[in-house]
């Protein structure tokens, strides 16, 4: 669930929901992914100001529902968490590398809230 983030000057409970397929649509996350993709969010929750709401994988895309704060762009806050999830996958799970030629997930579809 949602919490509010007090700031010195407001009060606020901003939200997005972003979309990653992995590229080509390959059938890439299995478990070992998955559990590395959570990890990675919990420790990306702890350096940033960026707080993960859901997180939810298939085998072949990954859904993220994120609550932050506005001086961070929604595109901002994407490639951060997607560029530090890609390089602790391809790390920890080398098999995901192999999958994908160019090694890297793929493009993001954002979902603001309406």
């Known amino acids: 669930m949602s919490e509010y983030i007090h700031k010195s000057h407001n009060v606020l409970v901003l939200m997005y929901h972003f979309v990653c397929p992995a590229k080509y649509r390959r059938v890439v996350i299995d478990d070992e992914v998955d559990q590395v993709i959570r990890e990675t969010c ?14 939810g994988t298939d085998k072949d895309h990954v859904h993220f529902l994120i ?3 506005p001086t ?3 595109q901002k806050i994407i490639q951060r968490v997607k560029s530090i999830i890609a390089k602790e996958v ?5 098999q995901v590398k192999k999958k994908l030629w160019e090694g890297n997930f793929g493009q993001t579809d954002i979902m603001l809230p309406q």
Do not use: D, H
């Open 42 to 55: 919990e420790e990306i929750e702890k350096r940033y100001e960026i707080k993960f709401i859901e997180v």
């Open 72 to 74: 961070y762009s929604p």
């Open 67 to 69: 609550q932050s704060v």
């Open 90 to 94: 391809f790390a920890k799970c080398p």
